[in-house]
């Protein structure tokens, strides 16, 4: 006789009928709430810890999400590097300044100009009220709090797009690496003094194709942009000046510029 079925699936289709009137009088026991939450722990897809992921970056840092979509979102950018130039500041990108003596606040006014957001790490309060009151958006003490958890919170998990480091400690240039994001550029602008060797991941290189650079020997281009500044009233140095002394009170003007509360003195020449 034909049968749509195989032979195999026959046997179990006998089995099933000669047991379907016991189980149609017969109410099985309802598994317990443990019960099911034990099986589905155990079959169910949404219920496999393996089966999601923690998020690292963005507004749903900390949260669950399913492996795939957890592994798009920290994938590698297919961005074409070439067409990037993460040096050229943009309303899109945060600018971190370390360090808020008379250069530091200069790259702030000069980020600003730009239209980034800019963020100041200084440990000095009356140094981090100054420099909001020339345009910084935020300004943080890295005494307070880890300064590079705390860029990190500020941006996201991103870390800062560009990084100034504009302070002489060794230790301070290691957290700049840290605090920079993915493809972003990190700027030694001040000499170390002691020059002491700071660590760089390989693997952090690879993966986060970032640009480390220094700032000296400026280019002619460099002096004719600084001096357009000036000239056009676009940067206002005026605050960024501690004192003015005449010739014949130099040594004064001298150490007046050796204190740690002062910044630029002028000795008048006449």
Known sequence: MYTPYPENMMESIKK???TRAKRMSTE???LTADEKDALLKKFHPD???DAFAEIKVGPNKGQKAPLELAEMLHSTSR???EKIDISKIDYDVDVLVIGGGIMGLLHVMAAKLCGARVILSEPDQSRRELALELGADMAIDPLAADPVDEIKRITGGRGAEVVFNTTPVSAVAGQALKMAAPMGRVVMYSSQHPDKPVEVSPGWLHSANPV???AVNPSVRSFLHAVQLLNKGLIDPAKLFSGEFGLDD??????AAIRPDTFRIAIRMV
């Open 79 to 81: 961005i074409v590097n």
């Open 47 to 49: 219920y496999d810890p």
């Open 16 to 18: 099933v009928e000669a």
């Open 28 to 30: 099985p026991r309802r």
């Open 212 to 214: 480390i650079t220094g």
């Open 250 to 255: 130099a040594q004064k003007a001298f150490e």
